[in-house]
């Protein structure tokens, strides 16, 4: 490993793959800041940009984002009590209070610096969990890979936060897109014999019309969103980074919160919006005090954001190692890996080592440089909520449909995106999620390239058989049933949780 550390940092200090690791802190956290965008739009977005790339700069840039935009989340959430991201909405409560005491800018201090160590102690635990689990995948073969993929869409109940028929549905819309083309076996399917459609659905453009295009169709619609508030939260002033005197006090706090984050994330179905309020209620029952909770105090900002922002490490440890995505945003990180011709598993850490150990190492260095960006610019970063939406949709359009033509250059990528974009705002306007979509186009063909020769591989055994006879085959068996389980789960503890600490501003969608 420590050889494959070494060689990787030849990937890692170039000029691409460090410009592409200063647009994705910048660009992430102006993402994250901005009500109603999220991490996950942002990376449908850039996506198109990193194609030419290389792929180590590309994943890093996409990676920034994710964990830039989680802290940028909480800009917005503390300044005029809308969270820029779901992650955020538990940071409301008493950063907010904090903003209404004339304390804002040390509100988002005690946020960017939480942030910043429970992203940090997020990527160390993904390279040191990451390669040995890894090694499991070396005895995987077809069957299990199939298996992979069944239990990757069981996730599709994880993320439907609501109904399961309208998550169901949404998981058959991108199964049935993602077996448009040509089977395994050699047969078109689903063509409706349009030539344009035999090489099947690009992952790019479809990406792009569900999170992009439908957003700026959705919030077109409502006419924006009030930033009202802006402009007097923007004249305040006082001290940035917290003293140590306090700080001293959270750094424990601070490292339960980061450790439970980071198991939040490797769990399927969870995400940054659980775990921030378990940070929460962890930082509530530890406290001399929990009757202060709400009115403004530094613990309610510190815990919540080390939690949501542990989580992004954790996610991308099943994600690198298993292709399990278990969030949205780490769904669409699984299609940046997909074109750039990186399959998870043990591969990335053997073949692809260079590129990942550079990837892995990038991702520390962009929470580090996410304080040093936050730390600077903090005073500033009010601003980026100010940007009015009947200027930013326009352009958002633009760069979609240059997204999709430039991934291939092929005018019908757009159409693509059009068509998906449509479908995007349809489901998002009646309740339908999204990102069981792309789950499914994604694993959907995975599955049944990997069912084909499973089936020739069992040679005459029924497959059920065949894969009962594989010990991995029943492991994954068994998380296929947990995971089935796992909204209830999840819906528990978040409701839980709301409950106690009572009701917050309304949260951007987490598309």
């Not at 990787?8 to 901005?34: K, P």
Request: one cysteine or more.
């Amino acid at each position: 490993m420590f050889s494959a550390i070494a060689s990787s940092l030849n990937n890692l200090f170039t000029v691409e793959a460090l410009i592409g690791l200063i647009i994705g802190v910048v660009g992430g956290m102006v993402i994250g800041a901005l009500p109603g965008l999220s991490a996950t739009m942002g990376i449908a977005l850039l996506i198109p940009a990193t194609y030419g790339m290389d792929p180590t700069a590309a994943i890093l840039m996409l990676a920034a984002i994710y964990t830039s935009a989680v802290y940028g989340g909480s800009i917005s959430a503390i300044l005029i009590h809308t969270p820029g991201t779901p992650s955020s909405a538990a940071t409301c409560l008493d950063g907010y209070p904090m903003t209404q005491k004339g304390e804002a800018l040390h509100a988002i201090g005690l946020s960017t610096t939480s942030s910043v160590i429970g992203g940090v102690i997020s990527a160390i635990a993904l390279l040191l969990i990451a390669p040995p689990l890894a090694r499991v995948s070396l005895k995987f073969s077809s069957p299990e890979y199939f298996l992979i993929a069944i239990f990757g869409l069981t996730l599709i109940a994880s993320l439907s936060s609501g109904s399961m028929i309208k998550g169901l549905l949404a998981g058959a819309i991108g199964l049935v897109a993602g077996l448009i083309g040509f089977s395994p076996d050699g047969y078109a399917r689903y063509t409706f014999k349009i030539p344009a459609l035999l090489g099947g659905v690009s992952l790019i453009p479809a990406m792009i019309g569900l999170f992009s295009i439908s957003q700026v169709m959705i919030q077109s619609e409502e006419r924006g969103l009030n930033t009202t508030t802006v402009k007097e939260v923007a004249e305040l002033k006082g001290r940035f980074l917290p003293p140590w005197k306090e700080f001293k006090g959270l750094i424990p706090l601070i490292g339960e919160c980061s450790l439970v984050g980071v198991l939040i994330g490797i769990l399927p179905g969870a995400g940054g919006d659980i775990a921030s309020w378990v940070g929460l209620n962890l930082a509530k029952n530890g406290s001399k005090h929990p009757e202060k909770f709400g009115t403004g105090i530094p613990e309610g900002v510190a815990a919540p954001e080390a939690a949501n922002n542990a989580v992004t490490g954790g996610a991308l440890i099943p994600l690198l190692t298993l292709g399990i995505p278990g969030s949205s945003t780490a769904s669409v990180l699984l299609g940046g890996l997909t074109i750039h011709g990186l399959q998870p598993g043990y591969q990335l850490f053997s073949e692809f080592a260079d590129i990942t150990y550079a990837v892995i190492l990038g991702f520390l260095a962009a929470n580090i440089l996410m304080g040093l960006v936050g730390w600077a610019a903090g005073k500033y970063l009010v601003n980026v909520s100010k940007v009015p939406i009947p200027l930013l949709l326009p352009c958002i359009t633009v760069f979609s449909v240059l997204g999709s033509y430039a991934a291939s250059q092929n005018i019908n990528d757009v159409y693509v995106a059009i068509v998906f974009g449509m479908i995007g705002y349809l489901m998002r306007k009646y309740g339908v999620p999204v990102a069981p979509v792309v789950l499914a186009l994604i694993l959907g063909p995975m599955a049944d390239s990997h069912l084909f020769m499973g089936i020739l591989q069992a040679n005459g055994q029924p497959m059920l058989q065949y894969m009962f006879s594989r010990p991995i085959c029943i492991g994954i068996f068994a998380l296929i049933i947990l995971a089935l389980f796992a909204p209830l789960i999840s819906k528990f503890i978040s409701e839980k949780f709301q409950s106690k600490f009572g009701k917050v501003g309304e949260a951007a969608e987490d598309v």
